[in-house]
């Protein structure tokens, strides 16, 4: 379970609230996808498709008609029914086409959906990362906190000079104003992640405001794979889609040999100086195609389909290209990342300790502890741009194929 935030933004001070549990990439991405906004404009775009692909197999409706011919000494009324026949199988193409076309539109949204999850993922790492920032600079405060204290104890005992005292405390003033900026920098990531969550926003309020790893677990999986994945990218099926439409409309305008027929029936009454007589009417029409043999249409379905399967031959090279460049960058930030925090995760305690046991003991100036102190900070900073570096080339690497890792 999950609880309301508060307040608009209040990841830097995170309130205490038991029983919460923090805000995870999957269940963000699960609710941004969830927006009413997004839902309706996927129905809408599916429904404009599905009418026009009804409109297209709809029949015409019959025709009804009524004729009154009056001379000098007779009176002729007609009334008959006529309907439309295709004869061709053009509107089973031309439908078959439009269903086409409204896979093609569910497919654009599915790509959307990527696109929507993508972003929400980048927001939320983004949290994360300045989430991690604000909690090492806190830890160096702490650090440099527990240094101002040694150094004021040795201070008093006469061991210290006053120098070292205030050095101390102007370090402490200017870490002061950098977490200031981190935590400035975090409430704005939180309020891009809230821009693309739905209200009441349900976050934890005790301990982190939200939960993960910014460095991708695991290694992309083979190239091979993602480019073999390639051809069910639903963007490509799209236009795959669209070539299929496109084709059928080509073999609908290529029946202009068999026209529409229009049938009719009905009944004729004569008044003949009072003599009424009843017969049969009988109705046909047929369009001789001398001049428009839907030239045109041809024309235009064959454009189409060039053009069509040039989009979707053209697409499948640059995304190819694509996946080769993320896959490459996304394997060589994770390693490096990975190798980086393990480097420094065994060097950085230890530097810090030594540095303060030797101030202590006389071997080190408050110089020297400083940087030490710095030292374990920046390497910490490089190891999350480094994890940040890896995680936003992982998700390009997943929307680019469709696919998503946690």
Known sequence: MVAVLATPLQPAAAQQTAGLEPLTEASAVRRGLARAALVELEEGSHGLAEATAVAEGTWPNPLLSYSREHTSDSTEDFAWLSQELDLSGRRSLRTQAASQRATAAALKMAVQRLEVAAAIRHRFHEVLYHQRRVAALHDWLAGIDRALETVTRR?????????????LERERASGGARLAVAEAGLDRAWAGLLAQLPEPVPVATEGPAVAGRLLPEDDPPPLVELLAALPARPDLQSLE??????????????????????????????????????????????????????????????????????????????????????????????????????????????????????????????????????????????????????????????????????
Not at 155 to 167: I, L, M, N, P, T
Not at 395 to 406: A, M, V, W, Y
Request: proline share 2%.
């Open 155 to 167: 201070e008093e005992a006469g061991d210290a000079s006053v120098y070292d005292r205030r050095r």
């Open 241 to 406: 889609a669209r070539v299929a439409a496109a084709e059928l409309d080509g073999r609908a305008a290529r029946r202009w040999q068999l026209p529409r027929v229009s049938l009719g029936g009905g009944v004729k009454r004569v008044d003949t100086d009072g003599e009424w007589d009843n017969g049969f009417l009988l109705t046909a029409s047929l369009p001789l195609p001398l001049f428009d043999r839907h030239q045109d249409e041809a024309l235009r379905a064959r454009a189409e389909e060039r053009l069509a399967w040039g989009r979707s031959a053209e697409a499948l090279a640059m995304a190819g290209g694509e996946v080769r460049g993320l896959w490459a960058e996304s394997r060589r930030l994770t390693t490096a990342a990975r190798h980086y925090r393990e480097q420094t995760a065994r060097t950085s305690a230890v530097l810090v300790r030594t540095a303060e046991a030797a101030y202590r003991g006389g071997e080190l100036g408050i110089l020297e502890l400083l940087d030490a102190h710095r030292s374990v900070l920046e390497d910490e900073l490089q190891a999350l741009d480094l994890e940040m570096a890896a995680r936003r080339a992982r998700i390009e690497l997943d929307r680019i194929t469709g696919g998503q890792s946690q």
